[in-house]
């Protein structure tokens, strides 16, 4: 558990020192959600501010991470299941072993937002950005397991925090980041990255299958009693049951992948 707090759109007359140090005194409303480590970025255009509890790399991983020319800034709450994937398959130059270090290489090796959120398998809310474009993106994970709020102060500014009380005194319309959902200054829209699958199963749709052929059969049987009838339906039942049963066992070996995928994660943070 972690906290992130952001301020964007910082215009060129603005004091960088007294909105640094106001970013600090709201961060830390909520800093026991992060105890380990408090890490600050500013920049022309934004101010970033991290409250860290170290789990993935502690040793390396403190926040606002930074790319290694330091084009990119980025503060996230959350973990990243599947980051060494992602980075196995980026020709990213990481510069620490944070899972959370992968939605930089994403956003340098895409580019589209919305197409490369959704390739992030874990829980999630961070604040990305980017110097040389001067462009800053804003995301939160598909269910909305992290917290993220956000809203604009007197003057215009785009505040985020991970706790609404960072908020209160500053901004008049705080909301809560919609989850699925990330936000490009680029073109300032909000976008849905996460399209929820239909839940019919191949399963259901073998069982309804077969079912339809056990009653054609039922039916044929019953009224025609020809000598054949009794072996398709006979068949059809075996066929049915096959079905069923390997069915079963893809599931089981999914749940045993799954399992021995935690325990190496966890033993993986057990020897950190």
């Not at 920049?43 to 790319?67: C, F, K, M, W, Y």
């Not at 589209?112 to 980017?130: C, K, Q």
């Not at 908020?167 to 996460?194: K, Q, W």
Request: include cysteine; hydrophobic fraction near 35%; proline fraction near 4%.
């Amino acid at each position: 558990m972690c906290s992130i707090f952001g301020m964007f759109d910082l215009q060129p007359g603005d004091d960088l020192a007294a909105l640094r140090q106001q970013a600090l005194e709201l961060s830390q409303r909520q800093r026991h959600r992060g105890p380990d480590w408090s890490g600050v970025f500013v920049d022309a255009g934004v101010i970033l501010v991290h409250e860290r509890l170290a789990i993935v790399d502690p040793a390396s991983g403190a926040q606002p991470l930074r790319s290694r020319d330091g084009g990119l800034a980025l503060a996230v709450n959350g973990e990243i299941y599947n980051h060494r994937e992602l980075r196995a398959a980026s020709a990213y130059d990481f510069t620490t072993g944070s899972d959370c270090e992968v939605i930089n290489a994403l956003h340098r090796d895409v580019g589209s937002p919305v197409e490369w959120v959704g390739r992030l398998n874990g829980i999630f809310a961070f604040a990305l950005w980017d110097s040389e474009s001067a462009r800053y993106l804003i995301a939160r994970d598909p269910i909305g397991v992290c917290p993220l709020y956000w809203g604009h102060d007197g003057e215009g500014r785009l505040c985020v925090a991970s706790e609404m009380k960072a908020l209160v005194g500053i901004c008049n319309d705080v909301a809560p980041f919609p989850p699925g959902h990330v936000y490009d200054s680029a073109d300032g829209e909000l976008r849905r990255y996460y399209r929820k699958r239909p839940r019919i199963s191949r399963l259901h749709r073998i069982r309804t299958s077969h079912r339809l052929r056990r009653r054609k059969c039922r039916i044929l049987f019953r009224h025609h009693r020809r000598p054949g009838l009794r072996q398709w339906y006979l068949n059809t039942e075996k066929s049915f049951a096959n079905h069923h049963l390997r069915e079963r066992r893809e599931l089981l070996e999914l749940q045993r992948r799954g399992c021995d995928k935690l325990r190496s994660n966890l033993l993986q943070l057990g020897r950190m």
